[in-house]
């Protein structure tokens, strides 16, 4: 899972803007803030178990984070 994690943290680092204005800054604040990655791992997991390729997986998985983090 620690591999999963790091691939998830090292893309979402990848889609969120780099400005600084105030809603950048909060977006990067609420997704980068750290957590368990649960659900974006359990994505990228099924699919390795179905024989998928992660990496394209991935925008999925960051997706799915991203939804996640709104919704709180």
Known sequence: MNRYVDLINNALADYLPDSDD???RAMKYSVE???KRIRPSLL???CELC???IYKALPFACALEMIHTYSL
């Open 51 to 53: 024989g998928g390729d």
């Open 44 to 46: 990228l997991s099924f």
């Open 33 to 35: 803030i750290g957590g």
């Open 22 to 24: 105030v809603v950048s």
